[in-house]
T-cell receptor, first 113, second 111 residues
Framework: GAVVSQHPSRVICKSGTSVKIECRSL??????MFWYRQFPKQSLMLMAT?????????EQGVEKDKFLINHASLTLSTLTVTSAHPEDSSFYIC?????????FGPGTRLLVL | EDKVVQSPLSLVVHEGDTVTLNCSYE??????LLWYKQEKKAPTFLFML????IEKKSGRLSSILDKKELFSILNITATQTGDSAVYLC???????????FGQGTRLTINP
């Protein structure tokens, strides 16, 4: 199946700093990528839909100025958590769409101290 | 609001038992229903169901969709400790192509 990578896999940062997470589709082109957040013992919550060459579509309650998404090419989308706070600590997972299938990246565990 | 509800939220059984996990949904524009298994990292794909009444099988796992009653079940027979995981059900929304996830069922298989 198709492969999606995420980088970094784990990041620890101080409160107030910004963190960038990359999501890449390795062997296919993805016009649409999705960003999810998962808190401990909870399910995946869709944060935003990232479309190549256009602005991301954010789900209700997700601050677009705090979670900046850039989908600059058909194989790369980035999520930047700006001015991160401890409550942003979570597992961030991206997925890339190919046809009607979605392939998940391995996730990025963010810990904000 | 699109909603996916799984039950039970947690299940503990002994190795060799058979389990049935449930997923019901209420969405405006259904395309498909998907089952995933999540261990420590991101979910891994199990099944995609689009048509009612057609069972999909993969080894000891099987799943079926009922579009009239708006639910799906995931069966695991002869469970093994390696089946311990969170099983997630998600509905793919037509048009937006986004996945709406249920809360997950945490399955624990004891030896």
């Amino acid at each position: 199946g198709a492969v999606v990578s995420q980088h970094p896999s784990r990041v620890i940062c101080k409160s107030g700093t910004s963190v960038k997470i990359e999501c890449r589709s390795l062997d296919f082109q993805a016009t649409t990528m999705f960003w999810y957040r998962q808190f401990p013992k909870q399910s995946l919550m869709l944060m935003a839909t990232s479309n190549e060459g256009s602005k991301a579509t954010y789900e209700q309650g997700v601050e677009k100025d705090k979670f900046l998404i850039n989908h600059a090419s058909l194989t790369l989308s980035t999520l930047t958590v700006t001015s991160a706070h401890p409550e942003d600590s979570s597992f961030y997972i991206c997925s890339a769409r190919e046809g009607i299938s979605q392939y998940f990246g391995p996730g990025t565990r963010l810990l904000v101290l | 609001e699109d909603k996916v509800v799984q039950s039970p939220l947690s299940l503990v059984v002994h190795e060799g038992d058979t389990v049935t996990l449930n997923c019901s949904y209420e969405v405006t524009n259904f395309r498909s229903l998907l089952w995933y298994k999540q261990e420590k990292k991101a979910p891994t794909f199990l099944f995609m169901l689009t048509s009612s009444g057609i069972e999909k099988k993969s080894g000891r796992l099987s799943s079926i969709l009922d579009k009239k009653e708006l639910f799906s079940i995931l069966n695991i027979t002869a469970t093994q400790t390696g089946d311990s995981a969170v099983y997630l059900c998600a509905v793919l929304i037509q048009g937006a192509q986004k996945l709406v996830f249920g809360q997950g069922t945490r399955l624990t298989i004891n030896p």
